[in-house]
């Protein structure tokens, strides 16, 4: 069985999406499309922006939605899912690449998600930070002893845990979790303190547009960040990604749910090979490829 992935924020790049746009009259179309959704040219920013532009919130999540989910449309026959998994903004582009939401949908949820974000942001300052070579259950115990808001965020691979909060918590944290042995304990170049409870007027913001819009039967399951379950009810899904926003993404648990669930493939659609990476790490037999055209 073969599960397909897609990437979330962080894995954008100048020049992402022109060789398929080029390549492939269903990209130019849907390009076009997205530019009149967003009413601004998302295309000249991802093939001729430089990496500052492609960093703002609004660009970024959109660009990578755009890259993955046309690269998945111009797969045709050959793209052909038995389960889908995304990364945090990855898990809209999986949604649109399992029938749940049409492409153009999609991609206003994820514009909408991208807004809302980024005020939560400058409203409280806030940040994240990664943590390698360290127990979970030692991460989650340090997170919870801190008075400030810091949690769990991504649960990557084994031994790699992205925290996020305020300022002071993360501070406070990457004091005591290097203290407890980390190998590293770095602050990320991130606008915010995103799946932490920082995010919740975004994830307000974000269950109104969520609740309006159509979501369809799925052709397959979807992996879903909160609870690394396969799901097909629409009205579940939903609810699931209303939630995502405020709470950790658990990718570790989803690749072992995935393989216990018959995977046995994993193709990354979307720019990078980040999650190629950490599904290796997860477990390092596992097969893993790019999606190519």
């Not at 203290?179 to 990320?188: C, D, H, P, S, V």
Request: one cysteine or more.
């Amino acid at each position: 069985m073969k599960a397909y992935v897609f990437p979330g924020q962080g894995a954008q790049f100048p020049g992402m999406g022109k060789d398929l746009y080029e390549k492939s009259a269903v990209a130019t179309k849907m390009f076009n499309t997205a530019n009149e959704i967003l009413e601004f040219r998302i295309t000249d920013l991802m093939f001729g922006g430089t990496d500052e532009d492609l960093r703002q919130t609004k660009v970024t999540q959109p660009a990578i939605f755009l890259h993955s989910t046309i690269l998945a449309a111009v797969l045709g026959d050959s793209f052909r899912p038995d389960m889908v998994a995304g990364h945090s903004l990855g898990e809209f582009s999986a949604l649109v690449a399992n029938k749940t939401l049409s492409f153009e949908d999609g991609l206003r949820l994820v514009s909408k998600r991208a807004q809302a974000m980024q005020k939560a942001c400058e409203m409280t300052p806030s940040t994240m930070a990664a943590i390698l070579g360290l127990d979970d259950k030692i991460v989650e115990e340090v997170c919870e002893s801190i008075s400030e808001v810091v949690v769990p965020a991504n649960y990557n691979s084994p031994g790699q845990i992205v925290i996020s909060g305020s300022n002071e918590g993360i501070d406070k944290a990457i004091e005591m979790l290097k203290a407890k042995g980390a190998k590293r304990a770095i602050k990320l170049a991130v606008g915010g303190a995103f799946h932490s409870p920082v995010m919740e007027s975004a994830r307000i913001e974000l269950e109104q547009a969520i609740r309006s819009t159509f979501f369809n039967n799925p052709v397959c399951p979807v992996y879903q960040n909160v609870n690394a379950k396969p799901c097909t009810d629409p009205e579940e899904i939903k609810s699931n990604l209303v939630l995502q926003l405020t709470s950790p993404v658990r990718w570790t648990q989803s690749v072992i749910n995935m393989i216990a669930g018959g995977a046995t493939s994993f193709v990354e659609v979307g720019p990078g090979n980040v999650l190629q990476g950490l599904i290796k790490k997860v477990n390092k037999d596992a097969i893993t490829e790019g999606a190519v055209i």
